[in-house]
T-cell receptor
């Protein structure tokens, strides 16, 4: 069965600093990989996705992620964090019928 | 830009009561889903629906749950007899191929 691990429960970063959120997955076939962001009390917004092709994926809000098959990872990065990036971030893997399995999430706090 | 909508945004109910959560998926989408997120926990898959039938369901989706697409636009989740542990945020999603678009969620509180 597929699973997603986000090792970091909570990350605090200074505004303007870089951010990297880790995601590891376990899935037998070629995965569909996603990063979603959830602001407090809000729904899930798709940041970016990987289906195939270029392993470095660009998303919205200046985020990017890199798929590394050898490490079963899909880490999310942003070079310079803004205060509005404070939110919870979920990595997810899609299965054959596109059902998503989510990681436990990483809460990002941005300090001034 | 088309979006998934859900009503109500917040539902409070007594234990044992039936609730129906409603969703309007994006109009040309073919796959529909329900997920839930218990407060402080991760988002969990409940059920997927395609071609007017359930394509997959999780172990959470027991006989108390049902889904229906009563017309060409709505997609509903019914919980027949709510339990305290059903309190959660319920998200509807829809997709064409691969990418799922999520609604804003319905917060269900069972007292």
């Amino acid at each position: 069965a597929q699973s997603v691990t986000q090792p970091d429960i909570h990350i605090t970063v200074s505004e303007g600093a870089s951010l990297e959120l880790r995601c590891n997955y376990s899935y037998g076939a070629t995965p569909y990989l996603f990063w979603y962001v959830q602001s407090p009390g809000q729904g899930l917004q798709l940041l970016l996705k990987y289906f195939s092709g270029d392993t470095l994926v660009q998303g919205i809000k200046g985020f990017e992620a890199e798929f590394k098959r050898s490490q079963s990872s899909f880490n999310l990065r942003k070079p310079s964090v803004h205060w509005s990036d404070a939110a919870e971030y979920f990595c997810a893997v899609g299965e054959d019928d596109y059902k998503l399995s989510f990681g436990a999430g990483t809460t990002v706090t941005v300090r001034a | 830009e088309p979006e998934v909508t859900q009503t109500p945004s917040h539902q409070v109910t007594q234990m044992g009561q039936e609730v129906i959560l409603r969703c309007v998926p994006i109009s040309n989408h073919l796959y529909f889903y329900w997920y839930r997120q218990i407060l402080g926990q991760k988002v969990e898959f409940l059920v997927s629906f395609y071609n007017n039938e359930i394509s997959e369901k999780s172990e959470i989706f027991d006989d108390q749950f049902s889904v229906e697409r009563p017309d060409g636009s709505n997609f509903t989740l019914k919980i027949r007899s709510t339990k305290l542990e059903d309190s959660a945020m319920y998200f509807c999603a829809s997709s064409v191929v691969g990418e799922q678009f999520f609604g804003p969620g319905t917060r269900l509180t069972v007292l």
